[in-house]
């Protein structure tokens, strides 16, 4: 089997965007490659170091929805960055032969650092994160790492370390290739990108209630003011959910609004419906799950070790061709 490897930074409950954007292909991959998926704890310090205190819930929170939606422990190895101590080895070493224009050059540093101004992000660790990025997929020899787009150039420089670093010291890293997801931004209550940080999310944690409420509050075409105005559902976002969890039935739902023989709250409370019943499923698995304690823990600690033995492979070729203990 080929090997794959993806982490996720530890942002707590997931939301549907974070389902569309990476897990649904974790869950469809996780039995056709070997796979490690990962908890990017230290790579979540390179921009919060200041405020730690919410690391270890949302770790745990992330990776019972992990659970929750159908990532089996079994066949994929689930870990925690933090607990398998062979990624900052590697990062140390791979920054050796790293140059400071590679970095430099990445387009998340560059955009990031724009954006984060007002916090300090100027520090070495953030300029390091791509580098730090390529030892997670390294350790495992990863061929394959399912990515988003925005992900894409850390994909491309962990290549160009491998290279390099081959060509240094005679390993044989093997190159990795972005797997990029399949599917499309998704968009949030208010018509943005779901996200977070926008406070414009759906999550698997939110009762049937909760998901109703958000959804009747949703934006739709801005031009539809009145009932009797007709629709584009192209550009609205209640109607891009309906494409994607009510798909036998977005058709007749574009009609309707294009004609305006659907008003926006039934257009609405049919979609709450469709999303209840796709997360009504996940609620209960982790309902169940949270009858047993100390899951998560068990999970991460089973899964950093089978982790750490195979980083350790790794990283026992390159200590040797290094010259290093
Ligand atoms: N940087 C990734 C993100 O922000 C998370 C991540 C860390 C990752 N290490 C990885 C993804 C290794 C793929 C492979 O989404
Ligand atoms: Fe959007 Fe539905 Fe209203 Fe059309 S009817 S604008 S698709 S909410």
Redesign the pocket.
């Known amino acids: 089997m080929q090997r794959l490897?993806?982490?996720?930074?530890p942002t707590g409950a997931l939301h549907l965007g974070n389902w569309a954007g990476a897990l649904a292909n974790w869950v469809t991959l996780q039995r056709s490659f070997a796979c490690y998926f990962?908890v990017?704890d230290w790579?979540a310090l390179t921009t919060g170091y200041e405020d730690t205190s919410g690391l270890e819930e949302s770790t745990a929170e992330m990776v019972m929805d992990w659970l929750s939606l159908g990532l089996d422990p079994e066949a994929a190895v689930i870990f925690r960055q933090s607990m398998v101590k062979a990624h900052a080895e590697l990062y140390l070493l791979f920054a050796m032969v790293t140059p400071l224009g590679w970095l430099e050059r990445v387009p998340t540093y560059k955009e990031q650092l724009r954006e984060l101004a007002e916090r300090e992000v100027a520090t070495y660790g953030f300029l390091g994160y791509p580098v730090l990025?390529a030892a997670?997929?390294l350790a495992y020899r990863a061929e394959v790492?399912p990515?988003g787009q925005d992900?894409s150039s850390?994909v491309e420089l962990t290549r160009e370390i491998a290279r390099r670093f081959n060509h240094v010291f005679g390993t044989a890293l093997p190159e990795p290739e972005a797997r990029l997801t399949p599917s499309p931004v998704l968009l949030g209550t208010d018509g943005r990108k779901m996200s977070k940080s926008y406070g414009n999310t759906i999550t698997f944690r939110d009762s049937a209630q909760e998901v109703t409420a958000k959804v009747r509050g949703m934006v739709t075409d801005p031009a539809r003011v009145r009932r009797t105005d007709p629709g584009t559902p192209e550009v609205c976002p209640v109607f891009a959910l309906h494409r994607i969890y009510n798909p036998e039935g977005a058709e007749e739902i574009a009609r309707g609004c294009r004609t305006a023989a659907l008003g926006c709250v039934a257009c609405k409370a049919m979609l709450a419906e469709r999303l209840n019943a796709a997360l009504e499923p996940v609620r209960e698995r982790r309902f169940a799950l949270t009858a047993r304690p100390g899951l998560v823990e068990e999970v991460l600690a089973a899964g950093s070790a089978r982790a750490a033995a195979e980083a350790e492979v790794t990283l026992g070729a390159l200590r040797a061709a290094v010259g290093v203990r």
Request: charged share 15%; net charge neutral; no cysteine.
């Open positions: 490897m993806s982490g996720m930074r990962m990017a790579h990025q997670d997929i790492v990515v992900q850390h």
